[in-house]
């Protein structure tokens, strides 16, 4: 218990004190039978209890401060990661782009690699004479002779080159010749030979008669 | 010896001012304990009640 003090030694003040702060002194007060004054001498008086209140105090606002520093760093590298991954996505739907394309192209290269030698030269063959139906042609049709020239047989027998030119790709058909392959069709022209024929694109739906398709 | 503390005045806040007298020394010694950890007399006293046993 502490020593009782003249009323001279003390110091009127005011404590600002949150509600519950004062309802705890009021209760601790009533039990023992102290004044505020008192307690606080008595609490102050306890060194070693308010040290190691110090200390724990210290110590919990050391460890708070770490941890607002921690909080700093984390939210630093959460930001970077953020970024990282937003470009990591932008870098993957660029790559998914890529890829899409590269198995078109492969397909496409696979499917190439499927057909036969004959076929990719009719492929190009007909791609060649197509172009000259285009130029050159009228109604989609044209003369054997001019065909055959400007296929570049500008000189020698070019009776021999119609000749091998419908044996190789053409199948005689009454009165035309029909190549599935070119998709093509040479109409003969009675009393004429082979250089005065009619060469006509086919429709791709021909099975049991001729579709002249117009240019 | 006086019993209980001073008369309190009530602030909308939920704060309240008491006003006592407090020897010098225990006074002195209050804010010394206070500055330390850089709180007001209130919050040194709520401190104080946290760790307070009985």
């Known amino acids: 218990m502490p020593r009782p003090r003249k009323k001279q030694d003390g110091k009127i003040t005011t404590i600002y004190l949150e509600r519950w702060a004062l309802e705890k002194i009021m209760e601790i007060s009533k039990e023992t039978g102290l004044s505020l004054g008192d307690l606080i001498e008595i609490w102050l ?4 209890r308010i040290a190691r209140m110090v200390a724990e105090y210290e110590g919990l606002k050391k460890h708070s401060l770490e941890l607002e520093k921690l909080v ?12 990282q991954n937003e470009k990591l996505l932008l870098e993957r739907d660029a790559l998914r782009e890529e890829n899409k394309t590269l198995k078109a192209e492969l ?5 190439q690699l499927r057909m036969t030698a004959r076929e990719r030269r009719a492929e190009e063959f007909k791609a060649e004479i197509y172009e000259i139906l285009d130029r050159y042609g009228k109604n989609g049709s044209i003369k054997m002779l001019e ?14 080159y119609a000749k091998d030119f ?22 003969k022209v009675h009393g004429l030979g082979e250089l005065a024929w009619i060469v006509k694109r086919m429709s791709h739906s021909f099975r049991g008669g001729l579709v002249e398709v117009k240019a | 010896m006086k019993k ?13 001012a008491v006003t006592m007298t407090l020897p010098r020394d225990v006074l002195e ?8 950890l850089s709180l007001s007399r209130g919050e ?11």
């Open chain 1, 45 to 48: 008086t306890k060194e070693e």
């Open chain 1, 72 to 83: 700093i760093v984390l939210e630093d590298k959460l930001l970077k990661a953020e970024q």
């Open chain 1, 107 to 111: 397909a496409e290269l696979r499917k």
């Open chain 1, 147 to 160: 065909l055959l020239k400007k296929l570049g047989h500008s000189s020698g027998d070019l009776k021999k």
């Open chain 1, 166 to 187: 419908l044996e190789q790709w053409f199948v005689d058909d009454g009165k035309m010749l029909v190549s599935d392959e070119l998709d093509l069709v040479v109409e």
């Open chain 2, 4 to 16: 209980g503390p001073g008369r309190p005045r009530k602030y909308p806040q939920g704060v309240v």
């Open chain 2, 29 to 36: 010694e209050l804010d010394k304990a206070r500055k330390k």
């Open chain 2, 44 to 54: 040194f006293i709520s401190l104080l009640l946290e760790h307070y046993k009985h």
